[in-house]
């Protein structure tokens, strides 16, 4: 169910880079500049999974449904961006900002 889907995605990963952090920092130190990348693509196969679990709805439902989703994403990267600029935060955390709202307004 969803509990256990829930340990799987999310928790252990976290209790597991914090067991690693813990008893490894050094290992840590070394996949940190790629943690970022690795996180667009597992967030990316994730979402890719459950897409493809339910395809033929959202195909049949067609651009009545496709154009909002994507407006919704798209509304979500600009105000993630604009709104962290126009509060004064650097550049790269307005980045940071619009891929996480943009990637993640619709869960």
Do not use: C
């Amino acid at each position: 169910g969803i509990a256990v889907s829930t340990v799987q995605v999310v928790l252990a990963p976290i209790m597991a880079g914090m067991a690693l952090n813990k008893w490894s920092p050094t290992t840590v130190e070394k996949v940190l500049p790629v943690a970022p990348l690795l996180g667009v693509f597992s967030t990316l196969f994730l979402v890719a999974s459950a897409v493809a679990q339910v395809r033929d709805p959202i195909m049949e439902a067609g651009l009545g449904l496709q154009l909002p989703v994507l407006a919704l994403h798209l509304l979500g990267g600009l105000f993630g961006y604009v709104v962290p600029k126009t509060m004064g935060f650097e550049e790269s955390i307005a980045r940071t900002m619009a891929m996480e709202t943009s990637m993640k307004s619709s869960a």
